[in-house]
Structures are given as structure tokens and as C-alpha cells.
């Protein structure tokens, strides 16, 4: 690569990505219906958990049995991925009466919601990317009360 084609690739001022970036291939698996599309939110907080803002939102056609989101340039760092599957179409996670989820969810870091879990927080959806390419695999799943563990088995 040309000295000042480096340079400015280093500096950000074209798209060449970061420097400390990464390449993150979630892959979501458990997908039984292709009605809907897949939504993939990336938090980089607890606050952007909370609020329900993540910083970046990827939506994909659902597929069977697998769907893949690919994002190619994320910064180095600790994230929290959430993925569900958006029956209706509204961009946002349908809830019942009780508050549970309608539609199916997977989480990162292996992270199963129940009574004894509550509701998943950054500390324990956090996954660390690293630089180069990684890839995770999640699992979609129904949102079940009475889940036998904050985290899925392997």
C-alpha cells in the first residue's frame, strides 16, 4: 500500500476501517420460521441496554436454519449482543401482558433470561472483540419464565 494511502487509512479520512477494529460474523441459529426478519442490536453500554438504544442496529431477512449478520468494521472492545425476531414487522421486541417476550431472542455470552436471571444487564451479555475477524455463533430461543440457568448449555 502507497506510504499516503496508509496514512490517511490510519488517520480515518478514508474508509479503509479502523485500526482497532474487527470483523464480528454473528451467526443465529435456532431459527424455526422465516416470517418476520431477524434484528441485531449492538450495545456498547448498560445505559444503551437500558434505554433501549443500541449503538448500532443491523436487520436481516430470516432464514432457516441459519441467519448471518456481518459487521465489518467494529471497534475493538467489549459489546452486548442482542438478536430477535421481529414477527410483526414493528422494529422493537414484542412483549405480552406479563412482560415476556413474544418473539424469539438469543443474547451473547450465552445468556438465558428467567426469574433467576432477571433482565440480562451489560456485565453479563459482554463479549470482548478483539482485531481481525471473530465469529459467534447465538442461539434463538423462546423466552421461557422459568429458565434453568442464566446461560445456555453448550
Not at 449478520?69 to 425476531?85: E, I, M, N, S, T
Not at 414493528?90 to 455470552?109: D, L, Y
Request: a positive charge.
Amino acid at each position: 500500500m502507497d506510504r499516503r494511502v496508509g496514512a490517511a487509512c490510519a488517520m480515518g479520512l478514508l474508509g479503509c476501517g479502523s485500526v482497532d477494529a474487527a470483523r464480528l460474523v454473528v451467526r443465529v441459529d435456532g431459527i424455526r420460521d422465516t416470517a418476520g426478519r431477524m434484528v441485531l442490536h449492538v450495545h456498547d453500554s448498560g445505559a444503551s441496554i437500558a434505554k433501549g438504544k443500541p449503538k448500532i442496529v443491523r436487520v436481516a431477512d430470516a432464514a432457516k436454519p441459519m441467519t448471518e449478520f456481518v459487521l465489518p468494521d467494529l471497534p475493538a472492545g467489549r459489546w452486548a449482543l442482542v438478536v430477535f425476531q421481529d414477527f410483526d414487522r414493528n422494529g422493537a421486541v414484542t412483549h405480552g401482558w406479563n412482560r415476556i417476550p413474544k418473539e424469539p431472542m438469543a443474547f451473547s455470552n450465552g445468556f438465558r433470561p428467567g426469574l433467576s436471571t432477571g433482565i440480562p444487564k451489560f456485565q453479563k451479555l459482554a463479549i470482548e472483540v478483539k482485531g481481525d475477524v471473530d465469529t459467534i455463533r447465538l442461539h434463538l430461543d423462546e423466552v421461557h419464565l422459568f429458565a434453568k440457568s442464566g446461560r445456555s448449555q453448550p
